[in-house]
């Protein structure tokens, strides 16, 4: 596995040798890359700022991400990077079902393209252009070692390749198990490691259970409910009815009553109406430490999360109420292509049963974040 290590300025030269010893691999430098904060505007934010690995490569600071500027505030959540090199490439599938894709919408086509997102993007790393991102790269004598050892000697010297390098670097440093390491308690459970609690297998049966819950239409890819490399996710895109939330709003300015248009505005789309309010299903791999929830962070809490899936198979009153707010759940954004059939399934559930799913769900954490469910 490999090391975890803030870059945080131009290595000097004394360190040079022993620094240029640990960049032999593509992945290795993708890592180096990963948290350099040279790589933005002010050099003050790198890629783990938004997707910090000791919070499940997501970000924990708020409902959305502070940009290099340290005012600008995106209008979505960051997702979490765990399991994303799993993520398909964007495309429609043989039913006519968009799927995959990185980014709430898919517009970036694959991790790679992912990648290059962020530094160019205004309220995020906030660099000019491509060319000025590579000029920072020249800045570093380890990169230009290791850039022309890993690619064509003079890479840095052309913007366009020289930042198609530095995708693809990112891009395998996501591919490695760092990411991925598939070492959950519910791994433990699959391969014999480990037993789950009573409430815990409650929550498993009722996941998995086309019956009760159907959690697992839109959160399992595997054709088994114990597949080792389950990702919880079929990659496609759903409205589920998420509120707007007005407390983001206030802050970032964006004026209340804005549509995210969601797939609808992936350019691969073309703005099909269809398609508005809807995102990409989320993986559910460390989902209990990498709150707040949904594409614009409007829930905190997971066990809010569940009893807002809940509201949909129930008349209650009671279980109308967001119970961090203390008052009703709102509207969703974007009612006329909500997910009703998807999303009306099942009975209600008691507070036993949302308690046993909030338990399953816990269980996913991978091994290094396990001791976050204590806090």
């Known amino acids: 596995m490999y090391r975890l290590f803030a870059i945080t300025c131009v290595v000097c030269a004394a360190s040079f040798a022993a620094a240029q010893e640990e960049i032999k691999t593509l992945e290795a430098l993708g890592e180096r890359l990963f948290f350099d904060e040279n790589l933005s505007a002010n050099r003050t934010q790198s890629c783990a700022t938004c997707h910090d690995p000791e919070y499940g490569f997501a970000d924990p600071r708020g409902m959305a991400s502070i940009g290099d500027d340290g005012e600008s505030l995106g209008d979505r959540n960051a997702p979490t990077a765990s399991y994303a090199a799993f993520i398909p490439a964007f495309h429609r599938g043989d039913d006519g079902v968009w799927l995959g894709g990185q980014f709430w919408d898919g517009r970036a086509p694959k991790l790679e393209d992912q990648a290059g997102g962020p530094p160019l993007n205004p309220i995020e790393m906030g660099m000019k252009d491509a060319a000025a991102v590579v000029a920072r790269l020249n800045e570093d004598p380890v990169y230009q070692q290791a850039f022309s050892d890993l690619f064509e000697a003079e890479v840095l010297q052309d913007a366009s390749a020289g930042y198609t390098a530095m995708t693809a670097a990112l891009a395998a440093f996501e591919r490695t198990e760092v990411f991925a390491p598939f070492d959950s308690k519910y791994d433990r459970f699959l391969r014999g490691e480990a037993t789950l609690t009573s409430e815990e297998e409650l929550g498993r049966v009722l996941f998995f259970s086309e019956q009760f819950t159907n959690c697992n239409l839109c959160h399992q890819i595997g054709t088994s409910a114990m597949d080792p490399r389950e990702t919880f996710t079929n990659h496609e895109f759903h409205n589920i009815g998420i509120p707007e939330n007005t ?38 791999r460390n989902v209990a430490v990498t709150g707040p929830y949904m594409h614009n962070g409007v829930f905190e809490d997971l066990r809010t999360v569940v009893l807002f899936y809940n509201r949909f198979n129930t008349r209650s009153e009671a279980r109308q109420i967001n119970p961090e707010t203390g008052e009703r759940f709102g509207s969703p954004a974007v009612p006329q292509t909500l997910a009703v059939k998807e999303l009306t399934h099942g ?19 991978d091994a290094r974040y396990e001791h976050l469910l204590e806090e």
Do not use: H, W, Y
Not at 249 to 270: E, S, W
Not at 351 to 363: C, P, Q, S
């Open 247 to 284: 407390a983001l709003r206030a802050m970032n300015g964006v004026a209340p009553g804005t549509v995210d248009a969601g797939l609808a505005a992936n350019p691969a789309v073309q703005g099909d109406p269809m398609q508005l309010g809807k995102f990409r299903t989320p993986t559910l």
């Open 347 to 365: 009975p209600a559930l008691d507070d036993r049963r949302v308690d046993a799913i909030v338990a399953f769900l816990k269980t996913l954490t």
